[in-house]
Antibody, heavy 119, light 110 residues
Framework: QITLKESGPTLVKPTQTLTLTCSFSGFSLSTGGVGVGWIRQPPGKALEWLAL???????RYCPSLKTRLTITKDTSKNQVVLTMTNMDPVDTATYYCAHRRQWVNAFDIWGQGTMVTVS | QSALTQPASVSGSPGQSVTISCTGT?????????VSWYQQHPGKAPKLIIYDVSKRPSGVSNRFSGSKSGNTASLTISGLQTEDEADYYCSSYTTSSPYVFGAGTKVTVL
């Protein structure tokens, strides 16, 4: 059974750096074809894909946010970390991490999400 | 990278069918067979219901079906049920990034 859980601060100040951790179980991020992504959703608004890290450490970013994002993985700890610099009130959102199904370009299992307020 | 275009809302009566469109470009929906659909109930995380345009994950009702024509993908919900009332998002692989999401469609069961 695959599970993911996001953790991090609920409140950050403008210009600060946000660091979120995705802790997962039920799969290995060293298995070919697997990935973990981050997606956010401002209150009442649409989903926005942020970043993805693959089993082979290939990292992909949303083009419009690329300069602010870094995604890393610790395979031994079963964790993926997302950092976002220069936070702004418009970055207030629920942040989700999700499992990218093996060799499938879709997120089949999602964490519960964590709400981050920038103020 | 622009979000995919979806209608803001669709509605139908129980038992009816509704179809949600997802319009992209030749750089995303029109180029790749990597369109997925997600269902999101209020306060909950999204749930994958369709991937690779028309495939259903195990456990997803066969009342959900997907298709694609040109730059537009579609999700059809047949035999509409009250529990289908939710927000639905499409997503596609693009030439510039692995994912872009649509703006979302609210499905209302009348």
């Amino acid at each position: 059974q695959i599970t993911l859980k996001e953790s991090g601060p609920t409140l950050v100040k403008p210009t600060q750096t946000l660091t979120l951790t995705c802790s997962f179980s039920g799969f290995s991020l060293s298995t070919g074809g697997v990935g973990v992504g981050w997606i956010r959703q401002p209150p009442g608004k649409a989903l926005e894909w942020l970043a993805l890290i693959y089993w082979d450490d290939d990292q992909r970013y949303c083009p419009s946010l690329k300069t602010r994002l870094t995604i890393t993985k610790d395979t031994s700890k079963n964790q993926v970390v997302l950092t976002m610099t220069n936070m702004d009130p418009v970055d207030t959102a629920t942040y989700y991490c999700a499992h990218r199904r093996q060799w499938v370009n879709a997120f089949d299992i999602w964490g519960q999400g964590t709400m981050v307020t920038v103020s | 990278q622009s979000a995919l275009t979806q209608p803001a809302s669709v509605s139908g009566s129980p038992g009816q069918s509704v179809t949600i469109s997802c319009t992209g470009t030749s750089s995303d929906v029109g180029r790749y067979y990597y369109v997925s659909w997600y269902q999101q109930h209020p306060g909950k995380a999204p749930k994958l219901i369709i991937y690779d345009v028309s495939k259903r994950p195990s456990g997803v009702s066969n009342r959900f079906s997907g298709s694609k024509s040109g730059n537009t993908a579609s999700l059809t919900i047949s035999g509409l049920q009250t529990e289908d009332e939710a927000d639905y998002y499409c997503s596609s692989y693009t030439t510039s990034s692995p994912y872009v999401f649509g703006a979302g469609t609210k499905v209302t069961v009348l």
